[in-house]
């Protein structure tokens, strides 16, 4: 049974689901899953994990995510991007290039954003997009996210009195690309949406490593876990008595590398198969433990 990972190109137009159901037949296996899911209007990297490498999901999900976007000014819409109801038009002759830079400056760092509210966040136990669309009220909570950069390429404006942006957007897991557009332009009192949107990277898998759809059928390849776990996290190179020992579920001395308690570390075994994945303090601690201890099948290569 192979296992690994699949960084999938997703098309326009698909859901993350309708990759799921076609990885499940490439693969020959129900165990699929993916790691964040891109709107249908959206393309770019889909991070799947398949078999056992399901288990590396969850320390993918929470990566930053990096994205290429079209920001339209002049215009709001229900969904805050292209494919909602445009529900206010506004004036843009007095928005300058400059205001447009001071205004993502405003957006980059430490912010505090309301999600979308057509975002598969659950309202009393319902998909807020459900209840935007059974014409429902809907108020989501701001929360913390992080924008590491936001990045202005070019400025057009348009017939129509409208005006498009190029974008580059680095952020932590759970920011909201069209909210940053919803955003920007409320605060230069133009309203603006999302017109396109392109995710270039997720953690450290990247374009450079994707695959279209038609390109998976024709080959199907994926990255075996000890690649794509070397990729993700600090690693550990073990000797045998220590594959020995976590594989009765024991503890082993720290590592000589300090790691924040929620990095795990990836442990590989001499033959560069990936053991386990740890809570290893380094030298503060004084042992360190296995939070997930892989079988000999699993940890080793997965390449198809």
Known sequence: MLSGLVIVDKPQGWTSHDVVAKM????GTR???????????ATGVLVLGVNKATKLLTYIVGTTKTYTATIRLGQATVT????????ETSP?????????????????????????SVSAIKVDGERSYARVRAGKDVQL???????LRFELHSFHRLPGDLIDLEVTVECSSGTY???LARDLGAGLGSGGHLTALRRTAVGPYSLAEARTMDQLAAEFRMLEMSDAARALMPVRELTADEVVELSFGRRIPSGPQAHPAADPVAAFAPDRSLV?????????????????????????????
């Open 276 to 304: 386990a994945l740890l809570d290893d303090p380094g030298p503060a601690g004084k042992s360190a433990k296995a939070v997930l201890v892989f079988a000999p099948d699993e940890g080793g290569s997965g390449a198809a």
């Open 24 to 27: 499940r037949r490439l693969a």
């Open 177 to 179: 690309i069209r909210a």
């Open 31 to 41: 165990k699929v899953g993916h790691a964040g899911t891109l709107d249908p209007m």
């Open 92 to 116: 843009t002759a007095q928005v300058t290039e400059a205001a447009v830079r001071n205004g993502i400056a405003g957006l980059t760092g430490e912010i505090s954003q309301v999600p979308s």
């Open 141 to 147: 909570a701001a929360r913390p996210v992080r924008i």
């Open 80 to 87: 805050d991007d292209a494919e909602g109801e445009v529900t």
